[in-house]
Structure formats: C-alpha cells, structure tokens
C-alpha cells in the first residue's frame, strides 16, 4: 500500500540527504542509533512530570514535543526506505497480530502482557 503523502516525506527526507551528502551517513544501524536518540529526547520531555502535567503540556512543552515526535517519526520514515519496508502495511499488520494476541473477552480493562493474561 502506498501513501502518496508518506511518498512525498520519503522523497523529500532522500532529497535533504542528498543536498548535502549525508545519504553515506544514513545505514540502517545509523539510523536505528539517531531514532533512540530522538526518543530519548522525547523521554527527557516528560521525565519527572506528574501523570497530570503530562496530559496538560504548556503550549511551549506541546511545541517542543510535537519537534521531537517528528524527528522521531522522519527517522523512521527514513529507515523504513531504507530497509524497503512500507510502514502502513507493517503498522496494519501488526494491529491484526495484536488483536489476536490480546482478544478483548480476555484483556478488556487490563494492561498485563499477553504472555500473563
Ligand atoms: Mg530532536
């Protein structure tokens, strides 16, 4: 399946590599290494927030979040070309796997692992 939106991100991510001659820095193991970074940067967000502040981010906080939730996510775009893999297909895929690793008669209202249900 392809989206021409995620299509349009791909091509534009492979262009700013380009530019600048970065495509020889983009292996997969380099780009697995900078998505941890991001989401670690993500992390580093809501360390130390109450469960409330974090679902009531300043305007400032939701910016900052809202940056590091796209670098987050361009990088994943851009490992997935890499890796020729199409993250709307996966991403279907793998909600059909966990509906059946977690049917709702047995997990409804609980967070446990599907291994302890
Ligand atoms: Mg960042």
């Known amino acids: 399946m392809k989206n021409k939106d995620l299509e349009d991100l791909k091509m534009k991510l492979a262009k700013f590599a380009q530019d600048r ?16 970074g991001e989401s670690g940067e993500l992390v580093e967000l809501f360390q130390w927030l109450t469960e409330s502040d974090s679902q009531n981010l300043s305007d400032k906080q939701k910016h900052r979040v809202e940056e590091e939730i796209a670098d987050i996510f361009l990088y994943l775009l851009r ?12 991403a279907n ?5 966990n509906e059946i690793k977690y049917p709702i008669e047995r997990c409804y209202g609980l967070s446990n692992k599907y291994t302890d249900l």
Not at 21 to 36: C, E, I, R, Y
Not at 93 to 97: C, D, G, Q, Y
Request: hydrophobic share 55%; glycine share 0%; net charge negative.
């Open 21 to 36: 001659d970065w495509d020889k820095f983009h292996s997969p193991k380099n780009l697995v290494m900078a998505l941890a």
């Open 79 to 90: 490992l997935s070309a890499k890796l020729d893999i199409d993250l709307i297909e996966v």
């Open 93 to 97: 895929s793998k909600i059909l796997i």
